[in-house]
């Protein structure tokens, strides 16, 4: 099982970034897909999720209205598209694949390498 994230970087407050999760070694569309992030000093924390089917999509209070989580399983490929980027949401960025997006929140994993995003004031 492999998850690896991409497409982070350092924008401007207001900016956009699109992450990228290519996964491979299991049935993509069988599991919900995730993203998380983790701020210096503090915890990680759920952002958004997608179930497999992607017909049902949860989001952090945070980036409501900001983020959108897709995913494209033909590709096994999920992406976070990020607007109106905040001082924030600066952290480093992670996909996971939980079983749901039921206290997708919660879910414990081994964790990739993430993608570092930084948005500059």
């Known amino acids: 099982v492999q998850l690896v994230e991409s497409g982070g970087g350092l924008v401007q407050a207001g900016g956009s970034l699109r992450l990228s999760c290519a996964t491979s070694?299991?049935?993509?569309?069988?599991?919900?897909i995730a993203w998380y992030r983790q701020a210096p000093g503090k915890e990680r924390e759920g952002v958004s999720c997608?179930?497999?089917?992607?017909?049902?999509?949860s989001y952090a209070d945070s980036v409501k209205g900001r983020f959108t989580i897709s995913r494209d399983n033909a590709k096994n490929t999920a992406y976070l598209q990020m607007n109106s980027l905040k001082g924030e949401d600066t952290a480093v960025y992670y996909c996971?694949?939980?079983?749901?997006?039921?206290?997708?929140?919660?879910?414990?994993?081994?964790w990739g390498q993430g993608t570092q995003v930084t948005v500059s004031q």
């Open positions: 996971a694949a939980p079983l749901s997006c039921e206290g997708y929140e919660h879910f414990q994993t081994h």
């Open positions: 997608a179930s497999g089917g992607g017909g049902s999509t």
């Open positions: 070694g299991f049935i993509f569309d069988y599991y919900a």
